[in-house]
């Protein structure tokens, strides 16, 4: 092996090329991977602040001075604008930086390429590029936290005219400026690499890679790019319109409004619009960030349950259903907007039918996991915990697709609760467990397990504890984005349970450095990693210990079959990996898969995109 | 290598069996992105429109004249790519300079569009009617001059023989992307004028 990578590095090249402007989509991955940890830190850390609210309202922050100088006032409490900042900054951090760009970025990046058997992504050029903007606007959005009027601070969802008078609030200046800024070089950065997942999945699979033996994970990366491609650019829409709107003073959402007796110079504008075209990107990136981690979650519990995926076509089926339904019904966000209420039926109805290509999916991992020679790994155990994520957030969501109950439960913590399970902690989950999956090809090292099971715990027990009890909270009609329960009588009761709310999150925030320990040692004192230590059957895991640029030295491997060969009746191992051909099986071959050996010559003969003849 | 490639019959090329050019395709995902833009403003518009409290004006003239030029230079795109594809060089060149040139003087008949529109007392600040039309004209505006960005890259590379009948991609790109932006302003012109 060592002979064989010495022979791949026939033109070293500077380390700027090699590790910073990379082109390499290894390299960009891990890039991807540092940035969206870097952002969850910095994310999760905001959230325990206005947890520390909301648990301990009376709590003396003075403490905190030094990091956050004027948002603590005279008397120790956090600053309630600045409260507003958290939680605004908390959910665009979260959704857009760790679970869209974090998630997608590290895991499309590392195993599109690999998995479909490609030297690199496309145009490694524009992956790059990709990257890049996206730091710039990660740079951006870290600069907005430290300015003087604070960061945007009119929710992730920044609807005008909140956002769009810069005189409303402190965070509406320059902060919000800021916000748009980063945004629109951000949605420029997942264009890129989305359209470069999507090419590279469709033009540059290796031969006999036929979409119906693409990895589920493929199939989720590849759908998940489709969205963004398609809802990203409406974003984008809707926020040159809201830039326009603030710097240049048109009037495309505000209307004539009176702001301490003066009216405004504009006319004819409508807020509802931005609401439309928010959630239109709105509602699809909601499943942009899940996709992902649903892929991840079919490959890792099909390999540690030792046994093929159940229902390979009804899963792709259900996330084609998905990912088409995704950009119907995003007026189910709109509920109270004052919608015509048939309309608001018809968007029930059909945000109503997302539960049934959900429930196929959950229903296909249990099945998958019935009987299964379970190995749990830590990666194995945080998939399952996606699952019951999934399931427990995805009920709520039933209850909240009708438009009736949703106008008691909008905008309070019922909503909170059900986003939490359903999307952040299911995509949380899906990116730990890709990262203790995939750890070994990452670095070539292994992490260790036991820290891994009682990260697991801790942070698995601790989200049902900090999310369960907002549904009750929500169902007593609390709103959200408050800043103190403890000014009206009736939600005084509530302070108890927010403070255990608090106390949970604290633990699982804590809980959360193991796993940064257990990180950041593997990559450096981690045990070597075996070339296969799940005994899978993706192409990943054909690639050296360290693959150069590349991924293969000599050729790439062909394909003769599905990914998941596990525990198939008569063969000699518990897996046949996607390489093997049917030729070399023929004691576990199935009648029709015997005529198949007639194609493999076929296959071998085909032509493929091979992007570099020799890999460096 | 090249000496088996010379003797090989041309019919006897491999040909890619997978997949198409990435390249091209990659510039079919741009013009994905680039519809949904659009998309989203004019369903935008739409919406804003039927809530009532519209400015109604009349379109410039001048935007009738410039969606001939640009017709006009498309067609000379579509004569670039014929002489590459007959390895003509000369009219190669002159075919993408004059598109090129019609690209430049669409720009400049949408610059005074906008005068006209100044002219009517329809300003970029304003009732959204008008607002809509400058960003319209103004996003498709900033598109060509990225087509024309490209124009300058397929010319530069005419020039150095790079295009050529055994090498098409570059001028297939190009001539994709302009038809493209051809196509879009047409759009965008037939649905301000409709909806106006
Ligand atoms: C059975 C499937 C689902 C249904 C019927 C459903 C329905 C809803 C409804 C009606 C709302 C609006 C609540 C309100 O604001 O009053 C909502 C909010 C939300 N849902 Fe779901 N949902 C489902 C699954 C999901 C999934 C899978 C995700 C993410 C992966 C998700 C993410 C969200 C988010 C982020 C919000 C809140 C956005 C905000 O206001 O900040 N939902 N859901
Ligand atoms: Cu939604």
Same mark, same amino acid.
């Given at each position: ?5 010495? *022979?791949?590095?026939? %033109? ?11 082109? @390499? ?64 900054? *908390? ?6 930086? =760790? ?16 998995? =479909? ?50 005189q409303a609030m402190s965070g509406s200046g320059l902060g919000m400026t800021l916000w748009l800024l980063s945004m629109a070089i951000f949605i420029v950065s997942q264009l890129l690499g989305g359209i470069n997942y999507i090419t590279t999945v469709i033009n540059l699979r290796t031969r006999g890679m036929s979409f119906s033996k693409l990895p589920l994970t493929i199939w989720a990366f590849l759908l998940t790019a489709i969205l963004g491609l398609i809802s990203f650019p409406v974003l984008l829409s809707a926020a040159l319109l809201l830039i326009f709107d603030r710097s240049m003073g048109t009037s495309f959402y505000l209307s004539e409004i009176y702001i301490g007796g003066e009216a405004l110079p504009n006319v004819g504008g409508s807020p509802i619009l931005f609401q439309h075209l928010f959630w239109f990107l709105g509602h699809p990136e909601v499943y942009i960030v899940l996709l992902p981690a649903l892929g991840i979650t079919s490959e890792i519990i099909a390999t540690n349950s030792r046994k093929p995926i159940f229902g390979y076509r009804a899963m792709i089926a259900s996330m084609i259903g998905i990912a088409f339904l995704a950009f119907i019904v995003w007026a189910h966000h709109m509920f109270v907007t004052g919608m ?11 945000? !109503? ?56 439960? *909008?905008?309070? #913590?019922?909503?909170?609760?059900? $986003? ?35 990260? $697991? ?6 989200? #049902? ?93 062909? =394909? ?12 000699? @191992? @518990? ?8 030729? +070399? ?14 194609? %493999?010559?076929?296959?071998?003969? +085909?032509?493929?995109?091979? +992007? ?5 | ?28 995902? /741009? ?29 410039? &003239? ?38 090129? &040139? ?17 002219? +009517? ?10 607002? /809509? ?6 996003? *498709? ?10 124009? !300058?890259?397929? !010319? ?30 047409? #759009?965008?012109?037939? /649905?301000? !004028?409709?909806?106006?």
């Amino acid at each position: 092996m060592a002979h064989v990578e010495e *022979h791949d590095h026939h %033109e070293e090249l500077p380390f700027w090329r090699k590790y910073i402007f990379s082109e @390499d989509h290894k390299v960009i991955a891990k890039q991807y991977m540092f940035s969206g940890i870097f952002w969850a830190i910095i994310g999760a850390s905001l959230s325990i602040l206005f947890r520390l609210q909301l648990g301990f309202p009376d709590m003396k922050l003075e403490w905190l001075r030094p990091i956050l100088g004027g948002w603590i006032d005279e008397s120790g409490r956090l600053d309630p604008e600045f409260y507003l900042a958290l939680v605004t900054m *908390h959910g665009t951090i979260m959704v857009f930086f =760790v679970l869209t760009a974090g998630l997608s970025g590290t895991f499309s990046n590392f195993l599109i390429p690999l998995q =479909v058997g490609a030297r690199d992504m496309a145009s490694g050029f524009l992956n790059m590029l990709s990257y890049w903007f996206f730091f710039v606007s990660s740079l951006l959005m870290f600069f907005s936290l430290f300015i003087e009027t604070g960061p945007a601070s009119g929710g992730w969802v920044i609807y005008p005219p909140l956002s769009a008078l810069p005189q409303a609030m402190s965070g509406s200046g320059l902060g919000m400026t800021l916000w748009l800024l980063s945004m629109a070089i951000f949605i420029v950065s997942q264009l890129l690499g989305g359209i470069n997942y999507i090419t590279t999945v469709i033009n540059l699979r290796t031969r006999g890679m036929s979409f119906s033996k693409l990895p589920l994970t493929i199939w989720a990366f590849l759908l998940t790019a489709i969205l963004g491609l398609i809802s990203f650019p409406v974003l984008l829409s809707a926020a040159l319109l809201l830039i326009f709107d603030r710097s240049m003073g048109t009037s495309f959402y505000l209307s004539e409004i009176y702001i301490g007796g003066e009216a405004l110079p504009n006319v004819g504008g409508s807020p509802i619009l931005f609401q439309h075209l928010f959630w239109f990107l709105g509602h699809p990136e909601v499943y942009i960030v899940l996709l992902p981690a649903l892929g991840i979650t079919s490959e890792i519990i099909a390999t540690n349950s030792r046994k093929p995926i159940f229902g390979y076509r009804a899963m792709i089926a259900s996330m084609i259903g998905i990912a088409f339904l995704a950009f119907i019904v995003w007026a189910h966000h709109m509920f109270v907007t004052g919608m015509n209420p048939f309309l608001g039926s018809i968007f029930m109805f059909l945000t !109503l039918i997302i539960a049934v290509p959900s429930a196929v999916k959950a229903f296909n991992y249990i099945t998958t996991l019935w009987r299964g020679n379970i190995v749990f790994t830590p990666a194995m155990l945080f998939s399952i915990g996606l699952v019951s994520f999934f399931i427990s957030g995805g009920l709520t969501g039933i209850i909240l697709g009708n438009s009736a109950l949703d106008i008691q439960l *909008h905008d309070t #913590y019922f909503v909170v609760a059900h $986003f939490h399970l359903v999307m952040g902690a299911a995509s949380a989950f899906g990116f730990l467990a890709g990262v203790y999956h995939w750890f070994p090809k990452f670095f070539g090292r292994m992490m260790n397990k036991t820290l891994g099971y009682i990260h $697991f715990w801790f942070t698995f027990v601790g989200i #049902y504890l900090v999310f369960f009890p907002m549904h009750y909270i929500g169902i007593a009609g609390f709103p959200r984005r408050y800043y103190s329960f403890t000014t009206y009588e009736a939600f005084r009761t509530f302070g108890d349970l927010n403070m255990f709310v608090s106390l949970a999150a604290i633990m699982t925030f804590s809980a959360q450095f193991l796993f940064l320990w257990n990180f950041f040692y593997s990559i450096f004192k981690g045990k070597k990693a075996p070339l296969n230590p799940w005994k899978s059957n993706t192409l990943e895991w054909t690639t050296p210990l360290h693959p150069g640029h590349g991924n293969w030295p000599g050729e790439i491997p062909p =394909v003769y079959r599905w990914a998941y060969d596990y525990s198939k009746p008569g063969a000699n @191992d @518990d897996f046949i990996p996607q390489n093997v051909p049917y030729s +070399q099986t023929p004691e576990s071959n199935l009648p029709h898969e015997n005529a198949l050996i007639a194609l %493999e010559k076929e296959i071998e003969a +085909q032509n493929y995109n091979d +992007q570099f003849k020799q890999p460096h | 290598m090249s000496e088996t490639v010379n003797f090989l019959p041309v019919a006897e090329e491999p040909e890619e069996t997978l997949s198409m050019n990435p390249k091209k395709f990659i510039l079919w995902m /741009f013009v994905v992105s680039i519809v949904m833009l659009f998309a989203a403003m004019t369903s935008a518009y739409l919406v804003r429109r039927a809530e009532g409290n519209w400015l109604e004006f009349k379109m410039p &003239a001048i935007f009738m004249y410039s969606t001939v030029v640009l017709l006009v230079s498309s067609a000379s795109m579509h004569w670039a790519y014929r002489a590459a594809k007959k390895d003509d060089f000369g009219v190669l060149r002159t075919a993408i300079s004059i598109t090129f &040139a019609f690209g430049l003087a669409f720009l400049v008949m949408q610059f005074l569009g906008w005068k006209d529109l100044v002219a +009517q007392n329809v300003y970029f600040v304003g009732n959204p009617s008008g607002s /809509f039309m400058y960003v319209f004209t103004g996003l *498709h505006a900033f598109h060509l001059i990225s087509g024309l960005l490209v124009l !300058l890259f397929a !010319l530069r590379a005419a020039f150095k023989l790079k295009i050529h009948a055994k090498n098409l991609t570059q001028i297939e790109v190009c001539m994709t992307y302009w038809h493209f932006l051809d196509i879009l302003w047409v #759009y965008l012109f037939g /649905f301000l !004028l409709y909806f106006n």
